[in-house]
């Protein structure tokens, strides 16, 4: 059986990668800017800070933010967890009822810089985002040859949707967690809990995501497939009421639906028919991870297949690649970089 514990084993959409490359070598080669959809209001019990940050992790920047504030750590969230790795900015919001803002300025350094700030009057939570701007720079390209080609195919058709490795943790360890937690461990960490849920849905997903590819339909509607409307988390399933005809291929080539894979729980597989049966095959070798999801009490839901950058452009110059594209919440961009060069995730 293929190990599928390797990213590189999953099924490419564009074929396999002809050469190798490194991403991050500095942290300016990987920049990330939140977009998160909407501004401040002006008012209210929260304090929303627009940060940048260099070589720092969400974590320790939200644990500062509740030393300088006086508050609990529970008391400062953020969107999206981002790289340490990188240069990102992101914002972070500090529950402050009836509190004047206290003073920052501490926290700034060569490597954090606060660059906006306002009240609003709603908790910034997880996923409360639009999307994230991405500027990469993918060096030391052992070949380049085809690679504008396969750079257009990628912004024309996109890549398979899947969850970055860094979900997984090391060598994959996030699954021998969920697995040990699905046999009796107790994890008393809320969070640890989540992660180690989230790995082993994610996994599942991304086998999903790279049989559909190795059967060569991750291109075309099958009978029974469950598809989701462009820009939300709404789907529906081809069925007598919602037939695979002509109109239905048009509404898919036109990008108003698209295909959709499992996120594993609870409940009836919303697939049907040949689809189901492709989703069922790819994780009848799981079976101790969906039902260790169901019991933890996960409801099924969806995820678009494949992910298409948005605004994508590039530069390409000697051995190296500059892109920059946006992507809505939940993405990856290694995802993205994993379609151009096999090795790019190493640091």
């Known amino acids: 059986m293929t190990d599928t514990l390797n990213i590189h084993n999953w099924q490419y959409l564009h074929g396999e990668p002809s050469c190798d490359a490194r991403l991050k070598v500095v942290p300016e080669d990987f920049i990330v800017r939140e977009d998160l959809g909407f501004t401040p209001c002006g008012e209210g019990e929260h304090i929303l800070l627009y940060i940048r940050k260099r070589g720092q992790n969400t974590q320790w920047i939200a644990r500062e933010l509740a030393r300088l504030a006086g508050v609990t750590q529970r ?3 953020w969107a999206g967890l981002k790289d340490r790795h990188a240069v990102t900015e992101q914002w972070f919001g500090v529950h402050l009822p009836g509190k004047a803002e206290p003073d920052f300025s501490s926290l700034e350094s060569e490597d954090v810089q606060i660059l906006d700030r306002g009240r609003h009057n709603k908790k910034l939570k997880i996923g409360a985002l639009k999307g994230n701007w991405f500027e990469l720079n993918v060096t030391e390209l052992s070949n380049t ?5 396969r750079l257009t195919a990628i912004a024309e058709r996109g890549v398979p949707n899947y969850y970055g ?8 360890g996030n699954l021998d967690h969920a697995r040990a937690m699905f046999n009796g461990r107790k994890i008393k ?3 640890k809990r989540s992660m180690y849920l989230s790995a082993a849905r994610s996994y599942l997903f991304n086998l999903a995501v790279s049989q559909r590819l190795e059967a ?9 497939d469950c598809l989701m409307l462009a820009g939300t988390q709404s789907f529906f399933t081809l069925n007598d ?3 695979l005809n002509e109109t239905m291929q048009a509404r898919f080539a036109e990008g108003d639906v698209r295909i959709s894979a499992p996120l594993w729980g609870r409940g009836r597989l919303p697939s049907v028919d040949a689809a189901a049966e492709l989703e069922q095959a790819a994780l ?12 933890q009490g996960l409801k099924q839901e969806r995820r678009p297949l494949l992910l298409k950058p948005q605004q994508m452009s590039w530069q390409l110059e000697d051995n190296s690649a500059r892109l920059s594209f946006w992507l809505p919440a939940g993405s990856y961009a290694t995802s993205v970089v994993r379609e151009i060069a096999k090795d790019a995730q190493s640091e």
């Not at 040859?145 to 080609?149: I, K, N, R, T, Y």
């Not at 490795?165 to 994959?172: A, V």
């Not at 060569?216 to 029974?224: N, P, S, V």
């Open 75 to 77: 008391e400062v969230t």
């Open 284 to 295: 009848n070798d799981h079976q101790d991870l969906c039902q260790g999801l169901e019991n």
């Open 145 to 149: 040859d085809g690679l504008a080609a």
């Open 241 to 243: 009421d919602n037939p």
């Open 165 to 172: 490795d860094q979900r997984f943790g090391h060598h994959f």
């Open 189 to 191: 960490d809320r969070n």
């Open 216 to 224: 060569g339909m991750a291109e075309q509607l099958l009978a029974g």
